[in-house]
C-alpha cells in the first residue's frame, strides 16, 4: 500500500518569491511514480510535475520543480517567482507501475499568493 | 484538442435516489477513472475502465457502478444514495491503462444529496 502525506494545510507567499510545499511519501514498490497536482476554484486538477523514481534527476516544469529525496521518501514542490494565478490548493501524488496503477493523494495544501 | 468533459456540473438529488455522472474523455484517451473528492476523506479512486472494460476498482460499495461505451465514454453510477455520497467526482482520463503517465482532469460534478 501507498501513503502520502501533506502535513501543512495552509501555506502563503508574497507574489515574485519562492515557496517550497512538503511531501512525504511510503511505498513498499521499488519502482514508482510521484505527481504535484494543481487545483484551482475552477475545480480542474491540473498535472504540474511528474517524477519518475528510478530517475535520480529533479523534475522540472518552467517555475516548477521538485526536490525528490528518495532515501527520505520526500518530495517538495518549489514554485519560484510565484504568480497570483498559482493560488490553488497543492496535492502531492503516487503510483506504482502497472496496468492496475491508481493515484494515492496526500490531503492537499491550500496556498495564497499575496499580492 | 477539447479537455475532458464531465455532465452534469451540478447535481441535487434525494436520499435514495440514483443517479448517472457522465463523463467524455479526451479524443484518443482510452482509459477512464474515477475519483471522489470529500473535505474528510480527500480524494479516493473509485474505479478505472478501459478499452469498455473495468481495470480496477477502489474500496466503495456496490452501489457505485459505471461503465464504459465504445467511443470511451464512461458513465458512473449511483444507486440509494446516502447523504455522505455528496461530494466532487473527478473523471479522468489517460492515453493508456493506469496512472503512470499521469491525468487528464475534468472538472467535475458536484453532487448534493439531500
Known amino acids: 500500500a501507498q501513503t502520502v502525506t501533506q502535513s501543512q494545510p495552509e501555506m502563503s507567499v508574497q507574489e515574485a518569491e519562492t515557496v517550497t510545499l512538503s511531501c512525504t511519501y511510503d511505498?513498499?514498490?521499488?519502482?514508482?511514480?510521484l505527481f504535484w497536482y494543481k487545483q484551482p476554484p475552477s475545480r480542474q486538477m491540473i498535472l504540474v510535475i511528474r517524477q519518475e523514481a528510478y530517475k535520480q534527476q529533479n523534475a522540472t516544469e518552467n517555475r516548477f520543480s521538485v526536490n525528490f529525496q528518495k532515501a527520505a521518501k520526500s518530495f517538495s514542490l518549489k514554485i519560484s517567482d510565484s504568480q497570483l494565478g498559482d493560488a490553488a490548493m497543492y496535492f502531492c501524488a503516487s503510483t506504482f507501475t502497472g496496468a492496475n496503477s491508481k493515484l494515492t493523494f496526500g490531503k492537499g495544501i491550500t496556498l495564497s499568493v499575496r499580492p | 484538442k477539447a479537455g475532458v468533459t464531465q455532465t452534469p456540473r451540478y447535481l441535487i438529488k434525494t436520499r435514495g435516489q440514483q443517479v448517472t455522472l457522465s463523463c467524455s474523455p479526451i479524443s484518443g484517451h482510452r482509459s477512464v477513472s474515477w475519483y471522489q473528492q470529500t473535505p474528510g476523506q480527500g480524494l479516493q479512486f473509485l474505479f478505472e475502465y478501459f478499452s469498455e472494460t473495468q481495470r480496477n476498482k477502489g474500496n466503495f460499495p456496490g452501489r457505485f457502478s459505471g461503465r464504459q461505451f465504445s467511443n470511451s465514454r464512461s458513465e458512473m453510477n449511483v444507486s440509494t444514495l446516502e447523504l455522505g455520497d455528496s461530494a466532487l467526482y473527478l473523471c479522468a482520463s489517460s492515453m493508456g491503462q493506469g496512472a503512470i503517465y499521469g491525468y487528464t482532469f475534468g472538472s467535475g460534478t458536484r453532487l448534493t444529496v439531500v
Open positions: 511505498t513498499s514498490e521499488s519502482d514508482y511514480y
